[in-house]
């Protein structure tokens, strides 16, 4: 994973629940970074379960829904860094359907090691989009913050209904139902 991940997951840590919790989490996990990590370092996807499992024990809060909290603080990060790719769009649908065919594509342009989630989009009418959550990683949760920060940015009154694929939770079906302009 992109070192930014871990950068801004330790940052939002200590704001949310302070230094000396950073500090525990990191003392508790058995990290080969040494939990040292730069926002263009590469470090293994295990580090950040670990974080967040860590996290979890301590807060009593579920490491999903500290995921999906964690996708919403990031998705702040991302639209203070790259503005550009939130001004393309004129609607959440239209950038929740560019991700795969060009921010992924940017972002790899930035990061060629960069092992990034799939997302395949359907527009299933003018007020309802699919998309299709795809990674090992299993992290959807992350992903289902993100889509929430991004409909609230875009000013859209929907439903986000989430279902599982496969039993592993590999691929998440995000359902967005947007609310018809009168």
């Not at 919403?72 to 609607?91: D, G, I, M, V």
């Amino acid at each position: 994973m992109k070192g930014i991940v871990f950068t801004e997951f330790l940052e939002m840590v200590e704001k949310e629940f302070g230094y000396d919790t950073v500090d525990d989490i990191l003392e508790n996990s058995d990290l080969p970074s040494g939990g040292v990590y730069t926002a263009v370092g590469t470090y293994a996807h295990g580090e950040m379960i670990q974080l967040i499992s860590n996290l979890s024990s301590i807060t009593k809060i579920t490491v999903p829904e500290l995921l999906k909290s964690y996708g919403q603080y990031l998705f702040n990060t991302f639209l203070r860094s790259y503005p550009a790719f939130f001004e393309r769009s004129k609607n959440s649908f239209d950038f929740l359907e560019s991700i795969d065919n060009h921010i992924h594509v940017e972002v790899k342009k930035l990061y060629p090691d960069a092992e990034l989630p799939r997302f395949e989009t359907s527009r299933i009418d003018e007020t309802t989009l699919e998309m299709i959550y795809t990674s090992q990683r299993k992290m959807s949760a992350f992903a289902e913050g993100l889509i929430e920060k991004t409909l609230e940015h875009y000013g859209d009154n929907i439903s986000l209904k989430k279902e599982a694929i496969d039993e592993e939770g590999t691929q998440i079906k995000f359902t967005i139902v947007r609310s018809k302009m009168s």
